[in-house]
């Protein structure tokens, strides 16, 4: 763990709004000196506290209109049959993301799709498919509010 203070705090906060502000900008919001700001976010970096950046893209805008949460669970367990399955499911352009969880199912998949019959579509000829897959539990999304996690 890394120890921030109250300012390195105030910077993760205005990032996780809006990342793509310049050093320059983000140290006149917070009362600081460009120079000053940029060496605090590039400390955050080489301390692995920014991981990273990632673009936000409008799945509705781009045609897909449905997000569901797949839950799966795999009717053999193994480590061969983990490998198998994991590679399978990344290889769908659908599947946004893939979480190894503990509970009920052994996989939390988000899937989007352009309407419900793209999603069965997906469902029988994709991930039915994959290797070592049991059971399945579908949610689809009504809404969502994005939150950053918790910082310090």
């Known amino acids: 763990m890394t120890d921030l203070d109250t300012t390195d705090r105030r910077i993760l906060r205005a990032l996780t709004e809006d990342a793509t502000q310049s050093a320059s900008a983000l140290g006149r ?9 940029w060496r605090r976010i590039r400390r955050l970096q080489e301390n692995g506290v920014i991981a990273g950046q990632r673009l936000d893209l409008d799945q509705e805008r781009l045609g897909f209109g449905v997000t569901v ?13 983990l490998q198998d399955f994991e590679r399978a499911v990344c290889a769908i352009p659908e599947v946004q993301t893939v979480e190894h969880i503990l509970g009920l199912y052994d996989y939390r998949l988000r899937i989007v799709a352009r309407d419900i019959s793209d999603f069965e579509r997906i469902l029988r000829r994709r991930v039915m498919m994959l290797p070592g897959v049991g059971e399945v539990e579908a949610n689809v999304l009504l809404s969502e509010e994005r939150r950053p996690g918790p910082i310090g």
Request: charged letters at 20%; glycine letters at 14%; zero cysteines.
């Open 29 to 37: 919001r917070l009362g600081l000196s460009q120079p000053a700001t």
């Open 69 to 81: 949460f797949l839950g799966v669970k795999l009717a053999t367990k193994g480590r061969v049959s």
